[in-house]
């Protein structure tokens, strides 16, 4: 418990079989959110955060599994919630994990053929991919 | 020299599934889809049969942002997510970060940010019926609409500084108390705001043509709704009475009388009508609330982050080491993370933030709820008519800044 919201750390494999647990047996009947938080020092170095809330119990519960940078993957939850769509697509976009099962991974904030992942902490804030080049001062003579 | 551009988006389909069916492209440079929503359609006929809904063109890095600045700096951030209902997002940050620091505003404090969430709310809701009214034609409701908004929003200046994105919250607090005359003028403005609801449903509520653009069009179940992740006025015009306010109690909605008003049918005319009805909740909930204001400090009396008052900085040492601690370092937030939610003018806007210690957070992310009614709108928009993405859209109100982050 922290902070009025029940968290529980689990394997990444045993993710569904949790999930399902939740929705099923304990009234989750709402994906609220999934996100990531990256910790370049750690090993394994990403936690994927999934948020669930029961329109029932009016509780909230909040899952987080570690997985590592040479494999920074997840099992999709779309098969149980149509909301997970989207925001697997923005996690993503965002910290570059795979969602196994979600087969539109397309980006969806950023744009097609954007290169890196920019919430990670070593993408530089700075950097710069403009999807169509600066005009320079000699094409716009 | 035109050289081609690159397309941003890749469309889930580029040809139709039957002989006849054609491909249109809709927005993001329109004014129906508020300018940064793209809908790739394809249609038989004048008949809708799927959707690839495209977001992201405002997309400003919000997130990142977020990791190199003071817990504090975030809140002009923050304002301009959902900029139609900026104090609610102010306060919803806050109460995050104050639940990790453990602090408890004060009454005064308390009642004034609920007052003015509900302010906020109001003209939220006023927008989006507005714009949703004047998208089919319906000038006369949409001035009346505006008009009030209008009034609101200097309103807010007089007391804020701005009219749209005020950076009115702090954490632990309020910029300032409400000046001289401010709740007097409210009521006013509550009262003007009643007369010209009551005349807009009486230009609209029984009027043939918004009925039949709005009624059974885009219409959702319950059981859709929560699967696709729908909350606030859609998830309640389905019939669902699920509000944050009542079904987990912040700031002061434990201590008010309101009642959650839900639709039968969950389509257009059904968001419609609660969105008209949640402003009268508001307006009661305002007038409750300017009764029980009572004289007190708005700030918490904790260093960590409420700033000293500005004749002690200039007059003694501590507060002048305390305000330059508070500008250069940040208030100290110890480390934890959170997940703290309140119940925005579109639903559950919820704020996770992990904290490793000190001034600067290691990460902000803002569940909006803009994004995620885009991930399920199209549910609403498929097997309908063409005509009736407009109406649809209008009525699911999407904020592009909340939308894109």
Redesign the interface.
């Known amino acids: 418990m922290?902070?009025?919201?029940l968290?529980l750390l689990i394997e990444p494999a045993r993710l569904l079989e949790v999930v399902r647990a939740l929705k099923d047996r304990f009234g989750f009947?709402?994906?609220?959110?999934v996100?990531a938080?990256?910790w370049p020092q750690r090993q394994p170095r990403f936690d994927v955060?999934w948020?669930f809330?029961s329109?029932r119990e009016?509780v909230?519960v909040?899952l987080k599994a570690r997985v590592p940078e040479a494999d920074p993957a997840a099992d999709s939850l779309t098969g149980l919630?149509?909301?997970a769509?989207?925001?697997e697509r923005?996690c993503h976009d965002?910290y570059g994990i795979a969602f196994r099962g979600n087969d539109?991974l397309?980006?969806?904030?950023?744009?097609?053929?954007f290169v890196g992942h920019?919430?990670r902490?070593d993408?530089p804030?700075q950097k710069e991919q403009p999807?169509?080049p600066y005009r320079t001062n000699e094409?716009a003579k | 020299m035109s050289l081609p551009l690159p397309n941003p988006i890749r469309p889930a389909f580029d040809r139709g599934g039957s002989p006849g069916a054609v491909i249109v492209n809709i927005g993001p440079s329109h004014p129906a889809t508020h300018g940064t929503i793209q809908i790739v359609a394809e249609l038989d006929g004048e008949r809708v049969v799927r959707t690839d809904v495209h977001c992201g063109y405002l997309h400003r890095g919000f997130e990142k942002e977020c990791e190199s600045h003071t817990w504090h700096n975030l809140i002009p951030y923050v304002d301009r997510l959902n900029y139609c209902s900026a104090l609610i997002n102010d306060f919803a940050y806050c109460e995050a970060v104050e639940k990790l620091m453990g602090i408890e505003i004060t009454p005064r404090c308390r009642h004034l940010r609920t007052l003015l969430s509900e302010y906020s709310r109001i003209a939220d809701h006023l927008t989006c019926i507005a714009a949703a009214l004047m998208e089919l034609g319906a000038m006369t409701a949409f001035l009346y609409l505006v008009t009030i908004r209008d009034y609101i929003y200097e309103h807010l200046a007089a007391l804020t500084g701005a009219r749209v994105t005020y950076s009115y919250g702090r954490i632990g607090g309020l910029a300032n108390d409400v000046p001289e005359g401010w709740l007097k003028r409210l009521g006013e403005i509550l009262d003007q705001m009643d007369t010209f609801t009551g005349r807009v449903h009486g230009l609209v509520d029984r009027n043939r043509i918004f009925i039949d653009r709005t009624r059974d069009v885009g219409v959702l179940t319950t059981a859709e709704a929560i699967h696709w992740g729908f909350t606030g006025p859609i998830l309640r015009s389905t019939g669902a009475p699920r509000d944050l306010r009542k079904d987990t109690p912040y700031l002061s909605y434990a201590e008010l009388d309101f009642e959650v008003p839900v639709g039968i049918k969950g389509d257009n005319y059904d968001r419609y009508f609660v969105r008209m009805r949640e402003i009268d909740e508001s307006a009661h909930m305002i007038r409750q609330l300017a009764d029980m204001l009572e004289p007190g400090p708005i700030c918490v009396d904790d260093r960590r982050c409420t700033f000293p008052e500005k004749h002690l900085v200039y007059s003694e040492i501590e507060s002048l080491i305390n305000h330059f601690k508070l500008v250069m370092d940040g208030p100290q937030v110890p480390p934890g993370e959170v997940y703290s939610a309140q119940e925005g003018a579109n639903g559950e806007l919820g704020f996770y933030i992990v904290s490793v210690g000190g001034g600067v957070p290691w990460k902000v992310h803002c569940r909006s709820p803009s994004f995620v009614h885009m991930g399920g709108v199209h549910r609403m928009l498929d097997g309908y008519q063409l005509a009736d993405i407009v109406p649809t859209f209008g009525s699911v109100n999407m904020i592009g800044g909340e939308c894109d982050r």
Request: proline share 4%; glycine share 6%.
């Open positions: 922290a902070h009025g919201t968290s009947d709402m994906f609220l959110d996100t938080v990256d955060v948020h809330y329109t009016r909230r909040r919630y149509g909301s769509r989207f925001m923005e965002m539109d397309r980006p969806i904030l950023l744009y097609e053929g920019p919430l902490k993408y804030k999807l169509v094409a």
